[in-house]
């Protein structure tokens, strides 16, 4: 079946520090990928997504490209701040309508001053 | 307008006990799913509605858990026996139909504790 693997953490980083979280997947057909965000105390939150191969997804800095060639769709920030520190999900959406999402494992990041 | 609710926020409970756990999601979204997310799991698809087609119940972990769907909306997730294995917070998402690529938008969820 279809399965996302994504970077294990925690992650830990300096103010202003580049970021990048690895996310690769398995599925067949053509899924829709996302990055979801839970902060802390709050619920899961959709960060960017992308729909079809070489799509780019962005949101707040973040950015994240659709790679089919390598079934990959890491996150990444160039520079990220304190309030960045947050779980961060990869999920896909199979190639069917309205399928349930696949998640990643989670990376915690925590962004230090 | 609002976004995904749920409720309760949280319920503490005594193993053996059911609880019933309750979520509205957004106005016009036909599709309706349940996820856990606990400790060494991450998130887990358990049950998803789409329209007045059958759910697709193949994430439910065990036969003490089962959900409805009334009129198409509001749905709810109950858990019959409760084991302190079942200790999670459990999200409700829902989705617009015709997005083609299944944006699904969370309630905050409900922290369930079953001591």
């Known amino acids: 079946g279809d399965s996302v693997t994504q970077m294990e953490g925690p992650v830990t980083l300096s103010e202003e520090a580049f970021l990048t979280i690895n996310c690769t997947y398995t599925?067949?057909?053509?899924?829709?990928l996302f990055w979801y965000v839970q902060y802390p105390g709050e619920g899961l939150q959709l960060l960017l997504k992308a729909t079809k191969a070489d799509d780019k997804g962005s949101n707040k800095g973040f950015e994240a490209t659709y790679r089919k060639e390598t079934t990959s769709f890491h996150l990444e920030k160039g520079s990220v701040q304190v309030s960045d520190s947050a779980v961060y999900f990869c999920?896909?959406?199979?190639?069917?309508?309205?399928?349930?999402?696949?998640f990643g494992k989670g990376t915690r990041l925590s962004v230090i001053a | 307008g609002a976004g995904v609710s749920q409720s309760p926020s949280n319920k503490v409970t005594e193993k053996g006990k059911d609880v019933e756990l309750r979520c509205d999601p957004i106005?016009?979204?036909?599709?309706l799913y349940w996820y856990r997310q606990s400790l060494g799991q991450g998130l887990e698809f358990l049950i998803y509605?789409?329209?007045?087609?059958?759910?697709?119940k193949s994430g439910l972990p065990s036969d003490r858990f089962s959900a409805e769907r009334t009129g198409g909306s509001v749905s709810t997730l109950t858990i019959q026996r409760t084991q302190q294995e079942d200790s999670a917070v459990y999200l409700c998402?829902?989705?617009?139909?015709?997005?083609?690529?299944?944006?699904?938008?969370f309630g905050p969820g409900t922290r369930l504790t079953v001591l």
């Open positions: 106005s016009g979204h036909t599709a």
């Open positions: 999920a896909l959406s199979g190639h069917l309508r309205n399928t349930p999402l696949v």
């Open positions: 998402a829902s989705s617009l139909p015709g997005l083609a690529s299944n944006e699904q938008f």
């Open positions: 599925a067949t057909g053509y899924p829709s």
């Open positions: 509605f789409q329209g007045n087609s059958a759910p697709d």
